[in-house]
């Protein structure tokens, strides 16, 4: 079992950045695929990027191919959202999921396949 926890949310203006972190607990983090989620009021969760177990392999939700990348390191137990050129419709809560499955597109752009959750942390972008 792993825990997660995600930090780095906040307020900040349109054509801003954040790097939202999520560090992981236990000794077999690198087993996992990583991905990141957001959900904004009155919508689903949603995808927005995924790492494979060793970081060599990356997915991006279209509307932040570009924008944000994603990145791991395994030595910190910590996977990382860098985003940068913020829109205000990027306002949600942001999530860090952990995966033990397949790294196959088709599957891990789904929450469902996520086994293990963050907590979430708020990001607002102002126009």
Not at 3 to 16: D, I, N, T
Not at 34 to 49: H, L, Y
Not at 76 to 86: A, D, G, P, R
Not at 112 to 121: A, L, V
Request: include cysteine; aromatic fraction near 12%; hydrophobic fraction near 35%.
């Amino acid at each position: 079992q792993v825990q997660l926890v995600e930090s780095g949310g906040g307020l900040v203006q349109a054509g801003g950045s954040l790097r939202l972190s999520c560090a992981a607990s236990g000794r077999t983090f690198s087993t996992y695929i990583m991905g990141w989620f957001r959900q904004a009021p009155g919508k689903e969760r949603e995808f927005v990027a995924a790492i494979s177990r060793g970081g060599y392999s990356t997915y991006y939700e279209d509307s932040v191919k570009g924008r944000f990348s994603i990145s791991r390191d395994n030595n910190k137990n910590t996977v990382y959202v860098q985003m940068n050129s913020l829109k205000p419709e990027d306002t949600a809560v942001y999530y860090c999921a952990a995966d033990r499955g397949l790294w196959v597109a088709i599957r891990v752009t789904q929450p469902d396949e996520y086994e293990y959750w963050g907590q979430g942390t708020q990001v607002t972008v102002s126009a």
